[in-house]
Each structure stands twice: as C-alpha cells, then as structure tokens.
T-cell receptor, first 116, second 110 residues
Framework: DGGITQSPKYLFRKEGQNVTLSCEQN?????MYWYRQDPGQGLRLIYY???????QKGDIAEGYSVSREKKESFPLTVTSAQKNPTAFYLC???????????????FGPGTRLTVL | KNEVEQSPQNLTAQEGEFITINCSYS?????LHWLQQHPGGGIVSLFM?????KKHGRLIATINIQEKHSSLHITASHPRDSAVYIC????????????WGAGTKLIIKP
C-alpha cells in the first residue's frame, strides 16, 4: 500500500534537547511538506521540498531544520532554539507540478510532540 | 483578517440533517481544497476544485469564483461524519503554499 508514515506517534522531550521527527513516503511524490498544528489554528507551513537536496522555508521555519537526501524521506529536527515546540506535526507529500496549489496533498498520521 | 475564513467554527447537528460548512477567501486562487481531519489527527483530502461543483457520495463541494466563496455540504449526516473540516486555498503564486482556514468542528449526534 502506498502512503506516508510518520514516527513516532507521540514524542516527549525535555527542554533544551533536539528531537527528529521521521517522515517517509512511497508514493513517488517529488514534493514534501512539514506543517505544525496548534489547537484552534490552521495548519502552518514549516518547510517544504520540491526535489531531493532542495528545500525552502515556510512561514515558521525558525527553530526547525530539515534534510532531503532521498526522495522518500524528509525528516524534521526540532531544535532547542524553537521557543514553543509543543504541537502536532504533520508531514505531507504531493505530485509536483507548477507548485501553484493545485496538487492534492497526502498526509501522514502526525506526531504529537510534548516538551516537558 | 485571515485570508481564508470558515464558518461556523463549531457545528452540532442530529443524525440525518443536511450540513453546510462555508469558506470565504480574499485572495486570488488557483484551486480550493476541502479536507477532513479525523479525531485521531489524520487528514484526508476530500475535494480540490477551481470552478463549479463536485460530488462524492454524500459530500458535495461548490465554489463561486465571483463571490470568493465555497461550501461543503453533507447530506444525510451520520455520526461517523464527525470531524474537523478544513478548507485551504492554493494561491497560484508558484510557491507551493496553501492558505489554510482554521477548520470547522462538526459533531453529529445519533
């Protein structure tokens, strides 16, 4: 079955620690995205990647880093510089076309990060 | 003012009722997306439309480009339709970003 997997589902971290969230897709999609969701708010884009070895900052990239060494994988690192990292993190992918927002995005199940 | 606004924020209805969720946007768009977020957090794309109307099962999505407004309708609602429904606008700026609404939380009571 094709799809997107994220791990872990729940993650707890102490203040000051970096943590990496995994995102893997086997849909052969070129574009991948990381979103953050806070209660009562819309999704906010952290980073996106159009192709391997290339990625761009979204609206709230400060305190986060990503890599795209393989087409299938787009891990997100939440660094200690992120002031308020407790949130629900969603990874998505889409078939790349013009990037004009006409792609259907396919989402992973999400990772809920809690900073203790 | 958000560029994409949904109404209502919360909606509770009885099983069988006809449901309408609204989405208004203030930007030029390339496409309007409707998505469903299950209580567990997973998000599924329901529709992508740039004009007219689309139907899938009991779900119908419409868009009026001139009025910058889209609606999602659910006919014969069922408790399993309980979820958060989200609209998002593709801005057409070639930047891969969608502009997201805050979502409408729907609860269908048996």
């Amino acid at each position: 079955d094709g799809g997107i997997t994220q791990s872990p589902k729940y993650l707890f971290r102490k203040e000051g620690q970096n943590v990496t969230l995994s995102c893997e897709q086997n849909l052969n999609h070129d574009a991948m995205y990381w979103y953050r969701q806070d209660p009562g708010q819309g999704l906010r884009l952290i980073y996106y990647s159009q192709i391997v070895n290339d990625f761009q900052k979204g609206d709230i990239a400060e305190g986060y880093s990503v890599s795209r060494e393989k087409k299938e994988s787009f891990p997100l690192t939440v660094t200690s510089a992120q002031k308020n990292p407790t949130a629900f993190y969603l990874c998505a992918s889409s078939i790349d076309n013009s990037g004009r927002g006409t792609d259907t995005q396919y989402f992973g199940p999400g990772t809920r990060l809690t900073v203790l | 003012k958000n560029e994409v606004e949904q109404s209502p924020q919360n909606l509770t209805a009885q099983e069988g009722e006809f449901i309408t969720i609204n989405c208004s946007y203030s930007v030029g768009i390339s496409a309007l997306h409707w998505l469903q977020q299950h209580p567990g957090g997973g998000i599924v794309s329901l529709f992508m439309l740039s004009s007219g109307k689309k139907k899938h099962g009991r779900l119908i999505a419409t868009i009026n480009i001139q009025e910058k407004h889209s609606s999602l309708h659910i006919t014969a609602s069922h408790p399993r339709d309980s979820a958060v429904y989200i609209c998002a606008a593709g801005s057409g700026d070639s930047n891969y970003q969608l502009i997201w609404g805050a979502g409408t939380k729907l609860i269908i009571k048996p």
